[in-house]
């Protein structure tokens, strides 16, 4: 069984010298919903994991280098999730092998990130628009509160005005999580968007605040937020999404969101 301390992650590797799929590390979720207190059965949401490839290359059927760009989206029900370090070194090993044409390229890595994950995964060339949208309005981070050191997120901090029912989005670029097997930090912005009794504020920013110092994965994070803010405040809608910043040339966006609503607008953060 796979787990994160026998990938890669930590560890001086050699550069790939030509095309190999093997390179990918495929981690079960099963485990960390469990913690999450997920079963066997139906999840208790929808979602993806988009991805966005800033360093994409190949080689032509002439030997000449092309560059792109490239977007993920690894369907949330998967059995596994990518691990980053090995998806940026198999994406890497595309620069010295020649292929036909870009069709060819987005082909390839669709069907390996496919058999890594264990179900359909979709690749598109480009990246999203840059979000600059965002106002003050929803903005956590202007909050006037004190904050002490805590050692993991604590749902507790999570309350709800039970007498008024809001439909609003929150956003914070304050979330900061650490790698579960490096210990190196990982920053993103959270978008949160719900409709049920109105959260209270500064205790949803105390609680984002929470994960600095808390080990996780991008992904696992986003799942501890949305279940976290479901089981607290008990809303009738609810969407969060993460956008990481880039490591290696990639970044990652996890969302999750109640059964049957529609994803956010694909958008990047200007960090991003």
């Given at each position: 069984m796979n787990t994160p301390h026998d990938s890669s992650l930590g560890r001086e590797v050699v550069y790939p010298a030509g095309y190999d799929p093997a390179l990918l590390f495929p981690i079960p979720r099963a485990?960390?919903?469990?913690?999450?207190?997920i079963g066997p059965g139906?999840?208790?949401?929808?979602?993806?994991?988009?991805?966005?490839?800033y360093e994409l290359g190949w080689l032509d059927s002439r030997g000449k280098?092309?560059?792109?760009t490239a977007t993920l989206h690894v369907p949330a029900d998967s059995?596994?999730?990518?691990?980053?370090?090995?998806?940026?070194?198999?994406?890497?090993s595309l620069n010295a092998t020649r292929f036909d044409d870009a069709v060819q390229v987005r082909a390839c890595i669709a069907a390996d990130?496919?058999?890594?994950?264990?179900?359909?995964?979709?690749?598109?060339?480009?990246?999203?628009?840059?979000d600059l949208g965002l106002d003050s309005a929803g903005s956590l981070d202007t909050i006037d509160a004190g904050f002490e050191p805590c050692a993991a997120p604590d749902?507790?901090?999570?309350?709800?005005?039970?007498?008024l029912i809001v439909d609003e989005s929150l956003h914070s670029a304050l979330l900061k999580s650490n790698c579960p097997v490096t210990g190196q930090p990982d920053w993103a912005s959270v978008h949160l968007r719900y409709c049920g009794p109105r959260i209270e504020r500064a205790g949803l920013l105390r609680y984002l605040v929470g994960f600095r110092d808390h080990a996780e994965f991008h992904e696992?994070?986003?799942e501890r937020i949305f279940l976290d803010v479901l089981r607290q405040c008990a809303p009738q809608a609810l969407s969060v999404e993460a956008r990481y910043t880039r490591r290696g040339g990639l970044d990652i966006n996890p969302w999750?969101?109640?059964?049957?609503?529609?994803?956010?607008?694909p958008l990047r953060d200007p960090r991003q």
């Open positions: 485990s960390a919903r469990a913690a999450l207190g139906p999840l208790p949401f929808t979602g993806h994991d988009r991805w966005h490839a280098p092309q560059v792109a059995p596994h999730l990518v691990e980053s370090k090995s998806l940026k070194l198999y994406l890497n990130l496919s058999a890594c994950a264990g179900a359909p995964v979709e690749v598109a060339f480009g990246l999203p628009p840059l749902p507790d901090q999570l309350h709800c005005d039970p007498d696992q994070c986003v999750r969101a109640i059964p049957g609503s529609s994803p956010p607008p």
